[in-house]
Each structure stands twice: as structure tokens, then as C-alpha cells.
């Protein structure tokens, strides 16, 4: 099965989303960069051999516009917007044949950012078009030569458990057996995701 690379967050606004993070899990978010085809920025969280977390927001100084831009400015609270697994390029082909069996159709992106020492990270995403599974559609990611984000962040917390919920929790079984996901499906009327870790404040139920 495939690894969870990390956990993307999202909000309007992103100075509120990690002033709340800070409250509540007593989290440092750290500067992340620019993704300036999507007209969105980011700050991240590193939890050492966990999946790191993905604080993002649209950029107010862009004008750039995208699916997932409008996604974020959508939303009436913060909330887990969606989980990255890792994957390579060479396997995206089956990845997007899997999404097309259930009728989802998925796009290759390659995509780029300054990081705050002025590297430039190059990486390729499969993003799946808006469906009804929503937060249980993942992204996959190749990061190609680019360093991975968590090897520069501070390890602040560790992921004690991840689950999903959905009306046919089969159905998403079925789809993940086929992307390589590994996450417990048990069955609720709306679909959920919901991880909890261990941070400076205890264990902690998010979002």
C-alpha cells in the first residue's frame, strides 16, 4: 500500500488557520511558498516520520485562478480539504485508470515554488476533477528530485490514527483497494476524514 505524503488544510484565509492550529494543538506552522498556477500559498507542519501537514489558503496577491483556488474560497470554516499520497510518475497511468472506472476523471499537473531559501521545487500532482467523494478522493504526488518538504521541518507531533466515513463505505473501499489507500471505512451519511495526533497539547481530534 501506498504512504500518505501529508494532510491538506484549507481556509479562506490562512493567518487565521494557523493562528488556530497554534490554540488548539499548540503547532508552529512554518513558512511554505507560493503556488502561483493554482493562486494559492501555503504553511507547513512537520511530524517527523508522519505525514506532514499543509496549512493553505488562496493568495490574496495573485490573480491566478484554479479549481482548487475556488475550492478554498468556497469553504464556510477550515477543515481537511484533502490527503496527498506519494506515488511516482511512472505509476500515474493506473492511478487515473482507477479514477476513471468509478466515472472521476484525473489530471497530471506539473507544478513548482520558490522555498524560502530560493529553491525552486519542481513536483508532479494527479488531481482528481470535483466528484462527490470530495475529501476521500486523494491527490498522489511525485516529488521528483525536488527535496522533500518534511526533511527541513521541525518534527512537532506524530500521527496516532486516520480514519473515513462515507454512505457506501464499500465503494470507497473498493476504489481505494485500487489505488493502494490503506484507511479503516466505516459508514456515516456524509463523507469524513478525520486523523488524530499526538502534539504539545495532548491528543488531538482534527480538524
Known amino acids: ?8 488544510f484549507g481556509a479562506k484565509k490562512l493567518p487565521p488557520l494557523a493562528e488556530a492550529f497554534a490554540l488548539k494543538a499548540g503547532l508552529s506552522a512554518e513558512t511554505g511558498g507560493k503556488h ?5 500559498y501555503n504553511q507547513l507542519i512537520g511530524g517527523g516520520s508522519s505525514p506532514y501537514v499543509e496549512l493553505i489558503a488562496p493568495d490574496e496577491q495573485s ?3 484554479s479549481v482548487l483556488r475556488s475550492e478554498l474560497e468556497a469553504l464556510h470554516q477550515p477543515t481537511l480539504h484533502r490527503f496527498i499520497v506519494r506515488a511516482t510518475l511512472s505509476d500515474f497511468d493506473a492511478l487515473t485508470a482507477a479514477y476513471a472506472a468509478v466515472g472521476i476523471e484525473a489530471d497530471v499537473v506539473a507544478l513548482s515554488r520558490e522555498s524560502q531559501t530560493g529553491e525552486m521545487l519542481h ?7 470535483p466528484n462527490a467523494l470530495g475529501v476521500l478522493a486523494p491527490y498522489f504526488i511525485d516529488w521528483g528530485d525536488a527535496q522533500h518538504p518534511s526533511e527541513r521541518l521541525t518534527d512537532q507531533f506524530s500521527l496516532l490514527s486516520c480514519e473515513a466515513a462515507h454512505p457506501e463505505p464499500n465503494v470507497v473501499q473498493q476504489l481505494w483497494n485500487a489505488l493502494g ?5 466505516i459508514y456515516a451519511e456524509q463523507p469524513e476524514l478525520k486523523i488524530k495526533i499526538q502534539s504539545p497539547q495532548g491528543a488531538i481530534q482534527l480538524p
Open 181 to 185: 489507500v490503506s484507511i479503516p471505512v
Open 63 to 65: 490573480d491566478a485562478s
Open 1 to 8: 500500500m501506498r504512504k500518505i505524503d501529508h494532510f491538506m
Open 36 to 40: 502561483r498556477s493554482f493562486g494559492t
Open 123 to 129: 513536483w508532479h500532482l494527479l488531481i482528481p476533477r
